[in-house]
């Protein structure tokens, strides 16, 4: 199978009726406010200890973070199964589960979001520190 940034790109997908995730196992997310153009050891360590601890890991942030060189990038990341950058976090959280949010290394997350991920049921958040 050829890798691609558009085989892992849900951001324009209507996610009420595609239920992708929800069926493969402890869903986790992390949201990026960065380009991730400067890949780091400390990123990868990062998405490598996310995906330990879930069997499928979702990377999002907001419409415009990710260049198209980014979003090719993330497509080469065996730790991450899918992409969403769509500033409409309420279609994601609402129609996939999330069990375990993970914050970032270095991301600043906005309080609206912060707030929406911990009125979530049965969603654990883990700080980079706690995820390993």
Do not use: T
């Amino acid at each position: 199978m050829m890798v691609s940034a558009n085989f892992i790109n849900i951001s324009d997908r209507d996610l009420k009726a595609w239920r992708g995730p929800n069926s493969l196992g402890k869903v986790g997310m992390a949201f990026f406010s960065d380009s991730v153009s400067s890949l780091n050891l400390k990123l990868c360590k990062f998405l490598h200890s996310c995906k330990n601890n879930v069997d499928c890991l979702i990377v999002f942030a907001p419409k415009g973070v990710f260049s198209p060189d980014d979003m090719s990038l993330w497509a080469y990341f065996p730790f991450v199964d899918y992409i969403y950058c769509n500033s409409d976090y309420d279609s994601l959280l609402d129609n996939i589960s999330c069990d375990i949010f993970f914050h970032a290394p270095d991301q600043k997350i906005p309080d609206a979001l912060k707030d929406k991920i911990n009125s979530m049921k049965n969603c654990e958040v883990k700080e980079y520190n706690d995820a390993s």
